[in-house]
């Protein structure tokens, strides 16, 4: 790890352990994109990267030729209205009304450490491991600076980018467009992989082959979404999951956001991401900063798995940081698909007591527990127990943690009904525009998180429940997205920055209960996964993936989320069939060959299953004990293509010293003549020298042969919707 400026080239290097990512400063002062990807030669001249050929009606700076037009450069970070007439990276809106905005470079710094940045979420290392260049650019008209920061760590080959905006003006700055990260690339000879879906259907893989003009995705609904993902990958167009180069962009972000990709008339390419700006502006008065969120730059020459693992590794090591994040969880029950609002004490101890006699760990008590709850019309805001149900909520813990189970709450702070104790108190806390009609989701409406005073209600209220009783795990839920964001706090002009705030706010309210509560579990939930995003993952280790239950639906959910995220934070549970969501049944072992793939747990009424299903319950509670800490710690390797969308997929974790495989194959359907009479799975990751044995069989090969040949796995995957895990241990 190494970051280096040439004073002779005026070129800066950021060397990770396999790539090299290089600029410099141009002729008028500008940062010139030279290069990203694998690792070359220290020393090197680079400069003749940055030249381009002369393109007609390309303007240029004053003084310069047109071979030195910003419009054909590779930049680093584009300003508005100076000569390039792509999409640019950021615009403000200064005193005299102009967006143009010429920046040039003024100083830079390279120092150990990485600072975090205030109210948001971001990656921290041990100073000593991480070194952070700082590069001020500032607009020549107004003296506004540009701080570009980007951190390089020791262990990983992730590059941490964001920007500051730094008001050092007499007068007011308005931003109107701030994008975290920009890549410029020479050819657009690339395809982009990104996650899209919807509601029960998220994060699904899709590739497609850039092309010419604007192409890209974005959330405008105050939170990320169902619909995609807040992180891209562009690979080479021959690219799998063992070779090809990659390169992806992961914003630490859980608002509305942007992915802006536009291929020229050159077939060059630059792709951004950041806040969206179409529900974003923000007023900088004299002296003030404001900080984008950050963004995870990876390089992979090693294919789409390669990079996946850099990802898994960095989010686990450098953006989580709960103490839960290393550490085997607790195998929980849900009691919504067993009791949806239908319940009283008795039914939920009666619950705990069967799943404390199946080994399950941990009850969690989800929606219908609090204020005068029994439908989702009434009540969210008044988060106070609902006694006509529940009793004494502190005693029912007790008597839960005498069984030896944790109990666990749900909970949905950001919403609130109109049929509720807080909003007759309080209906200017709600994201609304005076004298226009409010629109309803679920029959509830938005609290205003942009404002203190919610949020302090919030903590207080929720702070208070915990105290209460030994509540060790929360259930975070958020069942609908913003709309008519405006804030009865503040003025017209500052209105463009209520959504941001309302992220700050959310986040606030996680950091103030976790500081207070350092070993409190909280599982994200939005919808299912709406709102899974590494911003999130900073403040909690797992999400709730979907609220698709169905096992054959979440293997392309599962394995579409890897592209970016860890195992351990998907929230997975074997639920109820037929299935609540598809109607679909499937054999109890399939529903936990899936499950265990993530944290672990189970969505169904295990009270009304026969003895047949409750062993079954119990033997996959003994695998989830032999095989988390696997799971949990190993590198996460695709064995098949497409993200687990074709009828066979294929999937492992490899233990650190690679003496440990825990494979997983599954077929969602069969048919005659379907595929090749063999299926053979190549097993990455292992020591080519050691030989493998599976467990309670004599199978065993060597390591190179599993990974180049592959083991034979047709007979076991006969039939539909059929599982089959392979446990192999190096002598």
């Given at each position: 790890m190494q970051i280096s400026f040439s004073k002779k080239t005026r070129t800066f290097r950021l060397d990770t352990e396999n790539s090299t990512y290089a600029m410099m400063i141009g002729p008028s002062g500008e940062l010139r994109h030279l290069y990203y990807g694998a690792s070359i030669a220290a020393g090197d001249d680079l400069t003749s990267f940055a030249?381009?050929?002369?393109?007609?009606?390309?303007?240029?700076?004053e003084g310069l030729t047109s071979n030195d037009?910003?419009?054909?450069?590779?930049?680093?970070?584009?300003?508005?209205?100076?000569?390039?007439?792509?999409?640019?990276?950021?615009?403000?809106?200064?005193?005299?009304?102009?967006?143009?905005?010429?920046?040039?470079?003024?100083?830079?710094?390279?120092?150990k450490g990485k600072e975090p940045l205030p109210g948001l979420p971001a990656s921290f290392a041990p100073a000593k491991t991480c070194e952070t260049l700082e590069i001020v650019m500032e607009d020549s008209f107004s003296g506004v600076r540009i701080v570009l920061r980007y951190s390089v760590f020791d262990d990983s080959d992730v590059i941490a980018r964001s920007v500051k905006v730094v008001n050092r003006t007499a007068n007011p700055v308005r931003i109107e467009k701030l994008m975290s990260a920009q890549l410029d690339f020479?050819?657009?000879?690339?395809?982009?992989?990104?996650?899209?879906?919807?509601?029960?259907?998220?994060?699904?893989?899709?590739?497609?082959?850039?092309?010419?003009?604007?192409?890209?995705?974005?959330?405008?609904?105050?939170?990320?979404?169902?619909?995609?993902?807040?992180?891209?990958?562009?690979?080479?167009?021959?690219?799998s999951e063992r070779s090809g180069e990659a390169f992806g962009m992961l914003l630490l972000y859980s608002g509305s956001y942007t992915v802006e990709v536009e291929a020229d008339e050159y077939e060059s390419v630059r792709a951004m991401i950041g806040?969206?700006?179409?529900?974003?502006?923000?007023?900088?008065?004299?002296?003030?900063?404001?900080?984008?969120?950050?963004?995870?730059?990876?390089?992979?020459?090693?294919?789409?798995?390669?990079?996946?693992?850099?990802?898994?590794a960095f989010l686990m090591n450098h953006v989580i940081r709960s103490p839960w994040k290393h550490v085997r969880r607790p195998v929980l029950v849900n009691n919504w698909e067993a009791t949806y609002f239908d319940f009283d004490d008795k039914k939920i101890y009666a619950l705990a007591k069967c799943a404390s006699s199946l080994g399950i760990e941990m009850l969690v008590?989800?929606?219908?527990?609090?204020?005068?709850?029994?439908?989702?019309?009434?009540?969210?805001?008044?988060?106070?127990?609902?006694?006509?149900?529940?009793?004494?909520?502190?005693?029912?813990?007790?008597?839960?943690?005498?069984?030896g189970m944790k109990f666990g709450l749900w909970f949905e702070p950001e919403m609130i009904s109109e049929e509720s104790e807080l909003y007759r108190k309080h209906p200017d806390w709600v994201l609304s525009v005076p004298g226009m009609r409010r629109s309803l989701g679920r029959s509830q409406?938005?609290?205003?998180?942009?404002?203190?005073?919610?949020?302090?209600?919030?903590?207080?209220?929720?702070?208070?429940?915990?105290?209460?009783?030994?509540?060790?795990y929360i259930k975070w839920d958020m069942n609908r997205n913003l709309t008519e964001i405006h804030s009865a706090l503040l003025p017209p002009e500052q209105q463009g920055e209520t959504a941001h705030r309302y992220v700050l706010g959310v986040y606030e309210l996680h950091e103030r209960l976790l500081n207070?509560?350092?070993?409190?579990?909280?599982?994200?939930?939005?919808?299912?996964?709406?709102?899974?995003?590494?911003?999130?993952?900073?403040?909690?280790?797992?999400?709730?993936?979907?609220?698709?239950?169905?096992?054959?639906?979440?293997?392309?959910?599962?394995?579409?989320?890897?592209?970016?995220?860890?195992?351990?934070?998907?929230?997975?549970?074997?639920?109820?069939?037929?299935?609540?969501q598809t109607g679909r049944t499937v054999s109890f072992r399939f529903r936990g060959d899936v499950a265990l793939?993530?944290?672990?747990?189970?969505?169904?009424?295990?009270?009304?299953?026969?003895?047949?299903?409750?062993?079954?319950?119990?033997?996959?509670?003994?695998?989830?004990?032999?095989?988390n800490d696997l799971i949990r710690e190993g590198t996460f390797h695709r064995i098949t293509e497409a993200f687990g969308q074709s009828d066979v997929a294929a999937w492992c974790w490899v233990s650190a010293d690679r003496k440990e495989v825990l494979v997983t194959a599954v077929r969602k359907n069969d048919s005659p003549c379907s595929q090749a009479p063999v299926c053979r799975l190549r097993i990455p990751g292992l020591d080519p020298q050691r030989i493998y044995r599976m467990e309670n069989s004599s199978f065993a090969m060597h390591g190179s042969t599993l990974m180049n040949a592959g083991i034979n796995v047709s007979d076991d995957l006969r039939g539909s919707a059929v599982s089959v895990l392979y446990h192999l241990k190096a002598g």
């Open positions: 030249l381009r050929r002369d393109r007609a009606f390309s303007p240029y700076p037009s910003l419009n054909i450069a590779a930049l680093e970070y584009s300003a508005f209205g100076s000569g390039d007439f792509r999409n640019t990276a950021f615009r403000l809106r200064k005193e005299n009304g102009t967006p143009v905005t010429s920046t040039v470079y003024k100083s830079h710094t390279i120092r020479d050819s657009m000879d690339r395809d982009m992989i990104y996650l899209q879906g919807k509601w029960a259907r998220e994060r699904q893989a899709a590739r497609i082959a850039l092309h010419p003009g604007m192409q890209g995705f974005r959330s405008a609904r105050g939170s990320t979404g169902h619909q995609y993902n807040p992180g891209v990958v562009f690979a080479d167009r021959s690219a806040i969206n700006e179409e529900t974003f502006a923000w007023n900088l008065a004299k002296g003030e900063e404001f900080d984008s969120p950050e963004t995870l730059l990876v390089f992979s020459g090693n294919g789409l798995g390669a990079l996946s693992a850099q990802y898994h008590l989800d929606d219908g527990w609090f204020g005068k709850r029994n439908d989702d019309r009434t009540s969210l805001g008044d988060w106070f127990v609902n006694t006509g149900k529940l009793g004494d909520l502190g005693k029912l813990v007790k008597k839960i943690n005498r069984l409406m938005v609290l205003d998180m942009s404002r203190k005073e919610v949020v302090d209600y919030l903590f207080e209220t929720i702070a208070g429940l915990l105290r209460s009783a030994n509540i060790e207070e509560f350092p070993n409190l579990l909280i599982e994200g939930c939005s919808g299912g996964g709406g709102r899974f995003d590494a911003g999130m993952l900073y403040y909690v280790p797992q999400i709730w993936c979907s609220d698709d239950t169905d096992a054959i639906e979440r293997i392309s959910i599962q394995l579409g989320t890897s592209l970016f995220y860890p195992s351990s934070t998907m929230g997975a549970h074997v639920s109820v069939c037929p299935n609540h793939a993530g944290t672990f747990g189970y969505e169904l009424d295990i009270t009304s299953l026969g003895t047949a299903e409750q062993e079954q319950i119990r033997e996959q509670i003994r695998r989830y004990h032999q095989f």
